[in-house]
């Protein structure tokens, strides 16, 4: 939790109690005002107006490749010929003869 006051001549940010690593923070009023103005102007841009929603689009466009990848490769091992228990051995032996050549 952190504690925000405002006084006439700047903005202070107060450490949470308990938090030993947050330094406790003062910006004068022209500081904290040129910030707030960078900030509404970044925030403004498309690049950066989005990119929340397009990295966990991305995140969840990866997800569902990686899930379609791993039906298929799943399918591939119960469906691929060279899998099945009853041509394992021929397969065996062609490839021993194959490396011997």
Same mark, same amino acid.
């Given at each position: 939790?952190?504690?925000?006051s405002k ?8 450490? *949470?109690?308990?938090?030993?690593n947050a330094? !406790? ?8 005002? %040129?910030?707030?103005?960078? #900030? ?23 997800? *569902? ?6 039906? !298929? ?8 010929? %060279?899998?099945?228990?009853? #041509? ?13 050549m």
């Amino acid at each position: 939790m952190v504690h925000v006051s405002k006084p006439p001549k700047g903005h202070f940010h107060v450490k *949470v109690p308990g938090d030993d690593n947050a330094p !406790t923070e003062f910006l004068s009023l022209s500081e904290w005002m %040129q910030q707030s103005t960078m #900030f509404n102007v970044l925030t403004s841009m498309k690049f950066f107006k989005h990119y929340l929603i397009g990295k966990v689009f991305s995140l969840w466009k990866g997800n *569902v490749r990686f899930k379609m990848y791993n039906r !298929t490769r799943q399918n591939l091992a119960r469906n691929l010929i %060279q899998t099945r228990p009853a #041509f394992l051995q021929s397969f065996m032996d062609i490839n021993k003869t194959l490396y011997e050549m």
